[in-house]
């Protein structure tokens, strides 16, 4: 291919290479720049925040989490060019075999690219909103905390829209190493514990992910999902065990960015030793990385595997949301880092339900609507989940916190209570957490359709048995307060014993940048539960 390009000729037994071409600019590749925008912006934002840290002075460090934020939500803003019309491609090859439409492009802004991109972005957004008083309290150095986590972010949102496995690796991996670096900034000697915990899991996943893509290279012929696909179809029968070994140690690698089961191990650790922002960006914007980077691979380059790899993951988010749930049920509440625990395991039963769409679309190999629900509850699960642990942050400001400090907290906080209420029943999906059950129906309608009654089963034993858990920590919130400790009393003012002695001690008043994130969470989850259309309506159609 490279010698018709540049042009090639035998003289004799040699063959002699012409880089004079008939059109040279044939050769040059222009880039759409709209559509590699929101990565882009990201990206450029965490160089200026490493630049700026250089020259501005100590007593103006919150500034860099200023434009952290400004960074990102102009990210946000540079995809609303993107929502109309076509998918618009970049980066395309001219000549890759089995090509159509945009198959031989590696970075595609359809639908499914932008849905997964605001949820990266937002999630971010909400993340950096709740470091802001994270980093001044814990005494984190903001500098490298704020650059981190716009590279994180510029990988997950690049992540959606690559369309081939080498570019799906560099986008993995920059959303995953930064975090570990996140993971280790606490100064307590736990954070280096579960960075550690983290990146060698990881670096194992990456490196069992990265054999799966060289042996599906060698039987494909090509990195382009569309041609992986072709590749597959018509390989020779002596490489079909090679293909799908390929195929099953691809799909280990991003099960563990999934956090399924058994890749989820590190999850409880690594969040209870990570500061509080970190870990809701890690249960939010990494898994939905992880999820966009399976579903990509799984239903465009594996689809000729489409009935192995459907059961494979039916079978998977079956287990997964049963140990999830499972260790949620055996955490106490009374112990240190339950409250952060109880979301981790949480967030492991959560990724089971957003494996089903996904493996109801292995049975339905035709269509890609299945993954519609799967992004509709992506984005439903990301505000809810973090506006919790918005609220963890608020109530403990560190991860020690357990869920007996929450008792009484509807005395203390009324609407800090009766948000974290609407949360855990979201995520639980009753009312009057309306989007969090509609969420639930269209994941479980999607396995019914897709003739997955059992699993459809599983997932209905598994919402039952969670609702104990979440119904259990809501009633901690309006349980009467503590009895005060007398030390408080006697350190009290005149008025302050008054309050304490009815068992409503005030409290300091919430930072800015908490009240910001709790309000803009709880916002949007009241609105989408009033409006459930504005997230649903991508169920409607193809992502694709």
């Known amino acids: 291919m490279l010698g018709t390009a540049l042009g090639s000729h035998s003289t004799g037994q040699t063959t002699v290479t012409s880089l004079a071409v008939a059109n040279p600019g044939s050769l040059i590749q222009s880039v759409d720049w709209v559509a590699i925008a929101p990565p882009l912006i990201a990206a450029l934002g965490a160089l200026a925040v490493l630049v700026t840290d250089l020259f501005l002075p100590a007593q103006h460090k919150r500034w860099l989490g200023r434009l952290t934020a400004a960074a990102l939500a102009l990210a946000i803003v540079s995809l609303l060019p993107l929502t109309g019309g076509s998918p618009r491609a970049t980066f395309c090859a001219q000549n890759v075999t089995g090509a159509t439409d945009n198959a031989g492009c590696s970075y595609v802004a359809d639908h499914f690219a932008l849905v997964f991109q605001l949820l990266a972005l937002g999630g971010a957004l909400i993340a950096a909103l709740l470091s802001a008083h994270t980093v001044e309290r814990e005494e984190l150095p903001g500098g490298e905390y704020w650059f981190l986590l716009l590279s994180s972010a510029t990988g997950?949102?690049?992540?959606?829209?690559?369309?081939?496995?080498?570019?799906?690796?560099?986008?993995?991996?920059?959303?995953?190493?930064?975090?570990?670096?996140?993971?280790?900034?606490?100064?307590?000697?736990?954070?280096?514990?579960?960075?550690?915990?983290?990146?060698?899991?990881?670096?194992?996943?990456?490196?069992?992910?990265?054999?799966?893509?060289?042996?599906?290279?060698?039987?494909?012929?090509?990195?382009?999902?569309?041609?992986?696909?072709?590749?597959?179809?018509?390989?020779?029968?002596?490489?079909?065990?090679?293909?799908?070994?390929?195929?099953?140690?691809?799909?280990?690698?991003?099960?563990?960015?999934?956090?399924?089961?058994?890749?989820?191990?590190?999850?409880?650790?690594?969040?209870?030793?990570?500061?509080?922002?970190?870990?809701?960006?890690?249960?939010?914007?990494?898994?939905?990385?992880?999820?966009?980077?399976?579903?990509?691979?799984?239903?465009?380059?594996?689809?000729?595997?489409?009935?192995?790899?459907?059961?494979?993951?039916?079978?998977?988010?079956?287990?997964?949301?049963?140990?999830?749930?499972?260790?949620?049920?055996?955490?106490?509440?009374?112990?240190?880092?339950?409250?952060?625990?109880?979301?981790?395991?949480?967030?492991?039963?959560?990724?089971?339900?957003?494996?089903?769409?996904?493996?109801?679309?292995?049975?339905?190999?035709?269509?890609?609507?299945?993954?519609?629900?799967?992004?509709?509850?992506?984005?439903?699960?990301?505000?809810?989940?973090?506006?919790?642990?918005?609220?963890?942050?608020?109530?403990?400001?560190?991860?020690?916190?357990?869920?007996?400090?929450?008792?009484?907290?509807?005395?203390?906080?009324?609407?800090?209570?009766?948000?974290?209420?609407?949360?855990?029943?979201?995520?639980?999906?009753?009312?009057?957490?309306?989007?969090?059950?509609?969420?639930?129906?269209?994941?479980?309608?999607?396995?019914?359709?897709?003739?997955?009654?059992?699993?459809?089963?599983?997932?209905?034993?598994?919402?039952?048995?969670?609702?104990?858990?979440?119904?259990?920590?809501?009633?901690?919130l309006f349980a009467p307060a503590p009895e005060p400790e007398v030390a408080a009393e006697v350190n009290a003012g005149a008025g302050d014993r008054a309050a304490a002695a009815a068992g409503t001690a005030p409290e300091r008043r919430l930072p800015v940048s908490l009240t910001a994130t709790l309000g803009l969470t709880a916002s949007v989850a009241v609105v989408l539960s009033v409006a459930p259309q504005l997230v649903l309506q991508v169920v409607g159609g193809s992502l694709f």
């Open 156 to 476: 997950a949102a690049l992540l959606p829209a690559s369309r081939d496995l080498a570019t799906l690796v560099i986008a993995l991996e920059v959303a995953s190493l930064p975090a570990f670096a996140l993971v280790a900034l606490r100064r307590d000697g736990r954070g280096a514990e579960a960075a550690l915990k983290f990146f060698l899991s990881s670096v194992t996943a990456t490196a069992v992910m990265l054999l799966g893509i060289g042996f599906v290279y060698a039987a494909s012929g090509s990195l382009h999902l569309g041609a992986v696909a072709t590749g597959l179809e018509h390989a020779p029968a002596q490489l079909k065990p090679l293909a799908e070994a390929g195929a099953v140690l691809t799909l280990a690698g991003f099960a563990f960015k999934v956090a399924a089961v058994p890749f989820h191990f590190w999850v409880p650790d690594t969040y209870t030793g990570a500061p509080l922002p970190v870990a809701g960006y890690l249960s939010v914007v990494g898994k939905a990385a992880g999820l966009a980077g399976l579903a990509l691979v799984t239903t465009i380059a594996f689809r000729p595997y489409a009935h192995t790899w459907g059961l494979v993951l039916a079978v998977l988010a079956a287990v997964t949301m049963t140990v999830g749930n499972a260790g949620a049920l055996r955490q106490r509440f009374d112990t240190r880092y339950s409250a952060v625990r109880l979301l981790a395991w949480s967030s492991v039963g959560q990724a089971g339900y957003l494996l089903v769409p996904l493996a109801a679309a292995g049975y339905a190999p035709t269509t890609t609507d299945p993954l519609g629900a799967t992004a509709a509850y992506a984005l439903i699960y990301g505000v809810v989940n973090l506006g919790a642990f918005g609220v963890v942050a608020a109530v403990g400001r560190r991860s020690e916190a357990g869920v007996d400090d929450f008792r009484g907290l509807f005395a203390r906080r009324r609407w800090t209570a009766l948000a974290l209420a609407f949360f855990l029943l979201c995520l639980a999906g009753l009312p009057p957490g309306v989007i969090g059950l509609f969420g639930k129906v269209v994941v479980f309608r999607a396995a019914v359709d897709a003739g997955l009654g059992w699993l459809a089963v599983v997932m209905a034993v598994n919402v039952v048995v969670a609702l104990y858990y979440y119904l259990r920590w809501t009633t901690v």
